[in-house]
């Protein structure tokens, strides 16, 4: 991700639009199931939309649905503009720069601070105002404090088990504390499976930074960068502990940790809540699905809150051209309740408004709720994503973190190096 960026794990995601904002001579209006009202729709105007769900075929089909369904209700043409997920900011980023693209784009989160610093996003904050968002999903769009995104899937990255190969440990409860989830994983070890399938790769070992805000690091403080300090060096000088003892695998990264997971050789791992579409498919148990367990990443110390690190998507709007259509679309496609719970119903994403979140479609779908209930509701931003270089900072911490797993360095000096790198970056 940044300018570079690849982020190899997330895949088969939709969405896009734009909301309902009286500007323009765009009369304002709420919107419905199957599109714009009429007002909206006598002056809307063709608008293009980027998305890197429409260059997959698992979610291609679905999107273009929903842009016909809205542009046949509004009299307008939706234009599609289908990026590859590995490429996508890069490009996006050089159209929007260049003043080659206007409308609408479907945005990781991570990924908002980065092309806001172009300076042509439309502040969506009117918008999004009485659609009702949670307030966990309006914090994953905005930066600095502006809203330049509306929430269209607000979930985490968090520990997910097997209950059954944790019950076939002896383990009947979740582990709570780091105490007891070493207990677990030692068990766990004995019974011949991976104990826990966390990422020792560089390109995935970004999930050791919740692990150091787990043992008390902030990471970041003001734009003073804590990696180096005591509670960051604890947090993987235990992670090397748990390396050296087999507890975690060598060369592990996110699409590994799920095959291993899939085939029951991990009992746990780290990953979005998309990752169950992922494990059942590619599961030989039937009945995997009945097994996933979310549970809530243990603290150092009881009574302290499980960390976890945001995961979404927001759509911004480009200005320009079609602009003001653009954020209709975005509004309708991310509140209109018919439509996220139709959303929802078709990939498995959590909707980001309160009353679809608790909409009976929702909560009878039991890894949604205790997903959301034991992960999602902790759930901060990676602090360092307000920076557009912020994946080179990730890399920085990763690669010290690998050469501390492989016996190249020591904790304190590798993160006290880690820090005075980022540090650097940061301009």
């Known amino acids: 991700m940044s300018s570079h960026?690849?982020?190899?794990?997330?895949?088969?995601?939709?969405?896009?639009?734009?909301?309902?904002?009286?500007?323009?001579?765009?009369?304002?209006?709420?919107?419905?199931?199957?599109?714009?009202?009429?007002?909206?729709?006598?002056?809307?105007?063709?608008?293009s939309f980027a998305s890197w769900s429409l260059a997959d075929n698992a979610s291609k089909a679905k999107i273009e649905e929903l842009m016909r369904g809205y542009g046949s209700k509004a009299g307008i043409t939706v234009n599609g503009v289908p990026l590859a997920y590995n490429n996508y900011l890069n490009q996006l980023t050089l159209q929007v720069r260049g003043g080659q693209f206007t409308g609408a784009a479907q945005m990781d989160i991570a990924w908002l601070a980065g092309l806001a610093a172009l300076g042509k996003l439309r502040d969506l904050g009117e918008v999004a105002k009485g659609a009702g968002y949670t307030e966990a999903a309006l914090s994953s769009g905005q930066v600095d404090g502006k809203q330049v995104?509306?929430?269209?899937?607000?979930?985490?990255?968090?520990?997910?088990?097997?209950?059954?190969?944790?019950?076939?440990?002896?383990?009947?409860?979740a582990p709570s504390t780091i105490t007891d989830f070493e207990a677990t994983l030692r068990?766990?070890?004995?019974?011949?499976?991976?104990?826990?399938?966390?990422?020792t790769k560089v390109a995935q070992l970004k999930d050791i930074l919740i692990w150091m805000?787990?043992?008390?690091?902030?990471?970041?403080?003001?734009?003073?960068?804590?990696?180096?300090?005591?509670?960051?060096?604890?947090?993987?000088?235990w992670y090397k502990k748990l390396y050296d003892e087999k507890l975690i695998a060598p060369d592990v990264e996110r699409v590994d940790a799920r095959t291993l997971f899939a085939q029951g050789k991990a009992a746990i791992y780290d990953d979005a809540i998309v990752g169950r579409d992922f494990v059942v498919k590619g599961s030989p148990d039937k009945s995997i699905a009945d097994?996933?367990?979310?549970?809530?990443?243990?603290?150092?110390?009881?009574?302290?809150?499980?960390?976890?690190?945001?995961?979404?998507?927001?759509?911004?709007?480009?200005?320009?051209?079609?602009?003001?259509?653009?954020?209709?679309?975005?509004?309708?496609?991310?509140?209109?309740?018919?439509?996220?719970l139709g959303y929802f119903k078709d990939l498995s994403l959590p909707p980001t408004t309160t009353t679809a979140l608790a909409s009976e479609q929702v909560k009878t779908d039991a890894f949604t709720s205790q997903f959301s209930e034991r992960i999602t509701a902790t759930a901060t931003p990676n602090p360092f994503w307000k920076y557009p270089q912020y994946a080179q900072m990730e890399t920085v911490i990763s690669e010290q973190v690998q050469a501390v797993l492989v016996g190249k360095s020591k904790p304190a000096d590798a993160m006290r190096e880690a820090g005075r790198a980022v540090q650097v970056l940061i301009k």
């Open 5 to 47: 960026l690849s982020r190899r794990d997330m895949l088969r995601l939709v969405g896009l639009g734009a909301g309902a904002l009286g500007l323009g001579g765009v009369a304002a209006c709420a919107p419905s199931a199957d599109g714009p009202e009429e007002d909206t729709a006598k002056s809307a105007t063709n608008f």
């Open 149 to 173: 995104g509306l929430p269209w899937t607000t979930a985490a990255i968090g520990l997910i088990a097997n209950r059954d190969l944790l019950q076939t440990a002896g383990v009947t409860t």
């Open 187 to 199: 068990a766990l070890k004995g019974t011949g499976v991976i104990p826990y399938a966390a990422s």
């Open 213 to 237: 805000q787990t043992f008390g690091s902030p990471l970041l403080d003001g734009d003073k960068v804590t990696v180096g300090d005591d509670a960051s060096i604890e947090a993987v000088t």
């Open 291 to 340: 097994k996933l367990d979310p549970i809530a990443r243990p603290v150092k110390n009881a009574g302290d809150k499980p960390r976890a690190v945001q995961w979404g998507h927001a759509v911004v709007v480009v200005e320009g051209e079609g602009a003001n259509t653009a954020t209709d679309f975005a509004k309708w496609l991310t509140s209109d309740e018919q439509t996220v």
